[in-house]
């Protein structure tokens, strides 16, 4: 089975309607002295493991979007977190949002320890399957799904939607390090990746001999996938 269709039931969370009963909760966790806060869904229905999506927020921390596509997914029959990687009641409105997203982007250590916290979280779910776990993230979050993969973690697959592609030398992914498959959904129209921060990630997947998968949207700028951010090709606000 290819790629594009083990992570088509993850791409169905854009129109999936929503009839399950599903549960939900806020849920407290740490990093080191870090008190998180994320985002538990799951279909209260549905009986015994099942695989599991771990969602990183975009720019502004975790907020109704991750949580309405969380929700989308737990419809499917997921177990689904949505981390916090900023930590609890870190929130930040732009500009703030890009100082604060820039903090994690310019200490990756610190961006996987965050992200390593809630993957933990997520397998010790008694609801989850821990041999099918996936990684999705939006913008700021695309680049985070990213990061878990070049950590090598044992993620079945990962998906950036309009994510930031680029990473530092020292911490770009080894040969054969990846045992996840990558999947990466990117606006071609997108002004804040360039062809080449592009380039530069599909060699890195390329000498990494990761599985992975770029797929272009025509007309498709920034935050595609958030119906509040507009999609206007014109608009060259940053909206990450």
Not at 10 to 34: F, I
Not at 207 to 229: C, I, L, N, R
């Amino acid at each position: 089975m290819n790629l594009s269709a083990r992570i088509l039931p993850l791409l169905l969370v854009l129109a999936a309607p929503l009839g399950a009963a599903l549960v939900e909760n806020t849920v407290s966790y740490r990093q080191g002295e870090t008190a998180l806060e994320g985002f538990r869904v799951h279909d209260g229905a549905k009986a015994g493991k099942r695989p599991a999506v771990l969602v990183i927020h975009q720019w502004t921390g975790l907020s109704e979007n991750e949580r309405r596509r969380s929700r989308m997914l737990a419809d499917l029959g997921y177990t689904v977190l949505a981390a916090d990687i900023y930590g609890t009641g870190i929130r930040p409105k732009p500009p703030a949002a890009g100082k604060e997203a820039g903090k994690y982007k310019g200490d990756r250590a610190l961006f996987r320890a965050r992200l390593e916290a809630a993957l933990d979280l997520l397998r010790a779910d008694p609801l989850t399957d821990p041999a099918r776990i996936a990684v999705i993230g939006y913008c700021f979050g695309g680049t985070g799904a990213l990061e878990v993969a070049r950590s090598g973690a044992a993620v079945a697959g990962v998906v950036s939607f309009h994510g930031g592609l680029d990473a530092p030398e020292d911490m770009k992914a080894a040969a054969g390090k990846i045992p996840a498959k990558v999947l990466v959904l990117h606006g071609a129209d997108d002004p804040f990746v360039s062809a080449a921060e592009i380039a530069g990630f599909q060699k890195e997947m390329t000498a990494a001999k990761a599985d992975w998968q770029m797929v272009y949207y025509s007309g498709a700028v920034h935050s595609f996938t958030q119906p509040e951010a507009g999609s206007d090709p014109s608009d060259l606000t940053p909206k990450f």
